[in-house]
């Protein structure tokens, strides 16, 4: 009896103690202090799964985190729970789509919309899925369905404004933008879509109003820190440097709080690629090519990946894939893909240590279950490219898998790459890209795991520097086809009028002919970098500290 007693006691604690942590765990959400909540919630939900409510807020946190994939198993636990819960289930196609699942996150979204054809959000977040899916017709039709239900919802505004400026029409976008302002005068990321597609002026009043809403008491954290990305590429705009990298400091330490990030966890990771991928795991008989060429562009984000691809995917030949998921979909069996490394492994293991055990026949497999999702995607026929940056860290798997695939690797200057990094904001992933300490560090790794691929594969990767390709964009344009074994088509070099539809930060640039603006641009900002040169270490460019 005085235990049970006891036990009961306790139990009663436990629900008491639960319930005073789920309420401070909630109060830090609202509150936007997502990284204090997190490990409090993570600590709780390792310990209670079935408290439906809390693990729809350890899903929002671990989504706002840029844990997609964590954010998905506890959505969908709720899901399964209360099935016709409709917040429920657009937070779960939102973390599919945030973990780069698009296929599942717009049948997750047509599920919804099936049975609540008035949900607007829905609607908006059906027409990003598309968007990802390569289907701008289907998108925009999205779009202009919440519209017709609510010609002011400001998603829905939003996302075609965001449509038109990564498709070129930048007047229209630029009208949308002004259109939300209107109706929601305070709405920082707007602000910061904007500066996208704008080149500011000298007392441009779009500053004023932004410095005014900066100064005020009134916008969230999360505002000020679109405003402060904005407002940077304003005030480098106007040639006002040290009000520019104010306000990206500002933002960016905005970004970093909301995010994990550790640079062990990616060292582990490179010692892991390269202690698998030895040279003689290379030492297997070529296998049979098939029709199909894919040509991967990798590199550090802000390398020139887009340009790159923008100039091929303007040939005749080949089909622009974008950043496709596909390959990451395959090599961890999520998405799309029904087969993954570990269950294909002799042991079970995952990348990159299961990779090199496959047999032959489980890396065709693995090529063809890739070739077979972006064929279908994509609809080619005969050569595409993916140009999803992080494949570096995939190229040995990539040659053994796919050995009649194209690695084209883009290299720019490691501080102009970095800058550029830093001064973007990244909605999901590139967490290391919001302290100048961190990139340097990570672009130690990515450039010691190309070393290391350089080393295994030699001429099987060509290494285009963005420096030389925009001083002679002839030549550059010449090797790069010469290497994807294309004709030469002139149309290469007019890559600017292609009418593909761009959706990463470069958007904006790949619709001007070949510039060299970008050349050397750290120097303007050299006296803030010290940071990042000091992390950088010998890769940096110059001796600028001295």
Request: hydrophobic content about 40%; some cysteine.
């Amino acid at each position: 009896m005085a235990k049970r007693i006891e036990r009961k006691k306790k139990s009663q604690a436990s629900r008491v103690s639960l319930k005073a942590n789920f309420a401070k765990i909630k109060s830090l959400y609202q509150a936007g202090q997502f990284m204090n909540a997190l490990p409090l919630v993570r600590k709780i939900v390792s310990r209670q799964t079935t408290d439906v409510d809390l693990l729809n807020i350890a899903g929002l946190l671990e989504l706002q985190a840029g844990s997609a994939e964590r954010a998905i198993d506890w959505f969908y636990i709720v899901h399964s729970q209360i099935p016709d819960n409709p917040d429920v289930s657009d937070n779960l196609g939102s973390s599919y789509c945030a973990a780069g699942q698009y296929d599942n996150g717009q049948k997750q979204f047509e599920a919804l919309l099936k049975d609540q054809p008035k949900r607007l959000q829905a609607w908006c977040n059906l027409g990003s899925a598309k968007l990802n899916l390569g289907d701008t017709v289907g998108a925009r039709k999205a779009y202009e369905t919440a519209l017709d239900l609510d010609p002011n919802f400001i998603p829905a505004l939003t996302n075609l404004a965001l449509l038109e400026g990564q498709s070129g029409a930048h007047k229209l976008a630029l009208e949308y933008y002004y259109k939300i302002l209107l109706l929601h005068p305070t709405d920082g990321e707007i602000y910061s879509d904007l500066s996208r597609f704008k080149k500011f002026r000298l007392n441009d009043p779009d500053i004023a109003k932004m410095e005014k809403l900066m100064r005020t008491c009134i916008i969230s954290s999360h505002d000020r820190m679109y405003l402060g990305y904005a407002l940077a590429k304003a005030y480098e705009d106007i040639g006002q440097l040290d009000k520019s990298f104010e306000n990206l400091n500002a933002a960016s330490a905005l970004k970093r709080a909301s995010v994990r990030f550790d640079i062990t966890d990616v060292k582990n990771n490179v010692d892991a690629i390269i202690n698998s991928f030895r040279p003689d795991v290379f030492e297997r008989p070529e296998k049979k090519s098939v029709h199909q060429t894919p040509l991967f562009i990798v590199g550090m984000p802000r390398s020139g990946t887009t340009l790159v691809e923008q100039i091929i995917a303007s040939h005749s030949r080949v089909i622009g894939g974008g950043e496709l998921s596909f390959l990451h979909d395959v090599i961890t069996g999520q998405g799309s893909s029904d087969v993954s490394i570990s269950s294909l492994s002799l042991n079970n293991e995952g990348y990159p240590v299961g990779a090199v055990s496959l047999s032959d026949e489980d890396l065709v497999k693995i090529g063809q279950t890739y070739l077979d999702l972006a064929m279908k995607r994509l609809k080619a026929t005969d050569t595409f490219t993916d140009k999803m940056p992080r494949n570096f860290f995939f190229i040995g798997l990539i040659k053994l898998a796919l050995p009649q695939a194209k690695i084209i690797h883009c290299k720019r200057s490691p501080l102009d790459t970095c800058l550029s990094c830093y001064s973007i904001h990244f909605p999901y992933g590139q967490e290391f890209s919001n302290d100048l300490t961190d990139l340097g560090q990570y672009y130690q790794e990515y450039d010691r795991l190309m070393g290391h691929w350089r080393k295994v594969l030699g001429d099987d990767i060509l290494d285009v520097s963005y420096e030389h390709l925009v001083e002679d964009p002839k030549l550059g344009t010449e090797k790069l086809l010469a290497f994807c074994d294309l004709a030469w088509e002139d149309g290469c070099l007019e890559f600017h009028n292609a009418a593909r539809h761009v959706t990463t930060a470069s958007a904006a640039q790949v619709r001007q002919p070949i510039y060299k603006t970008a050349v050397k641009r750290w120097q303007r900002y050299a006296n803030y970098l010290q940071p990042l040169i000091d992390a950088l270490g010998p890769l940096a460019d110059g001796k600028v500290n001295e």
